[in-house]
């Protein structure tokens, strides 16, 4: 059964920096694209950062370039988000994802997922909170 485990997240200070890990069980993280989506109350959800299967692409929501980055861990099978110079509108729930469909890769690339609207495996959500 897949299962997606968020953690690190937590309250910062504008300007400081977290980082957040998703564990994948049963789904290889080499094996599609995994990324980073968030909700703020009252908001859409964004997609913030994915990473290709071969973790060598990444793709980022114009809102966090350039403050993100997103990596991939084949050996403990985790996808990381490096969260730095944090704003108050970085306040969100953040979930990791990744594709139901295990042939997506071969038919779009993870930037294209990043903003579409496929149906995903999620996790549960860790919280960051931003203030100023």
């Known amino acids: 059964q897949v299962h997606l485990a968020e953690s690190g997240g937590g309250s910062v200070q504008a300007g400081g920096s977290l980082r957040l890990t998703c564990t994948l069980s049963d789904y290889a993280v080499t094996s599609n694209c995994v990324g980073w989506f968030r909700r703020a109350p009252g908001k859409e959800r964004e997609g913030v950062a994915t990473?290709?299967?071969?973790?060598?692409?990444?793709y980022y929501g114009a809102s966090v370039k350039g403050r993100f980055t997103i990596s991939q861990d084949s050996a403990k099978n985790s996808v990381s988000l490096q969260m730095n110079s944090l704003k108050p509108e970085d306040t969100a729930m953040y979930y990791c994802?990744?594709?139901?469909?295990?042939?997506?890769?071969?038919?779009?690339?993870?930037?294209?997922?990043?903003?579409?609207?496929?149906?995903?495996?999620w996790g549960q959500g860790t919280q960051v909170t931003v203030s100023s």
């Open positions: 994802a990744a594709p139901r469909d295990p042939a997506l890769w071969k038919r779009r690339n993870c930037g294209q997922w990043l903003v579409g609207l496929d149906s995903n495996y």
């Open positions: 990473v290709s299967r071969g973790g060598d692409s990444t």
